[in-house]
């Protein structure tokens, strides 16, 4: 099934902190997904952060549409949710997005853990935004 909207199961699935699987557009290249943490907004937007001079932003920056890939885990049935559109890449707000997922993601009760954050605070960081136009979905 697709569409542009995510359901109410789609926003299930998202709102755990699972990996998304990220692809960029880039021209004749194959797409190259990478494992990215990632949140979905309340306008239903993706975001996640990157580097600012990542290979991700030059690929955005030349052709600024990508797709998440998101789906459960090992276990339980198979579900996932893959989510297209065009991307913006936004400075504000990138260190709060960090903190969140992190928190989202790893115990930061672990003081290792709490640590990487705290280093990953004093780098530079960019929101990258998907506008979803295409959804689809597998459910078991």
Known sequence: MSGGALTAEDLELLRRPLHGFLSTAA???PAQPRPVWFEVTAEGTIQLFTGPDTVKVRRLARDP???I???APVGEAERWVSVAGPVTVEADGAHELVKRLAARYWDLDD???ADALAE???QDWVRVVI???TVARVTA
């Open 27 to 29: 021209g004749p290249a």
């Open 65 to 67: 549409r990508a797709s």
């Open 69 to 71: 890939v998101v789906a």
């Open 111 to 113: 003081a290792p853990r």
């Open 120 to 122: 990953m605070l004093g």
């Open 131 to 133: 506008h979803p136009d």
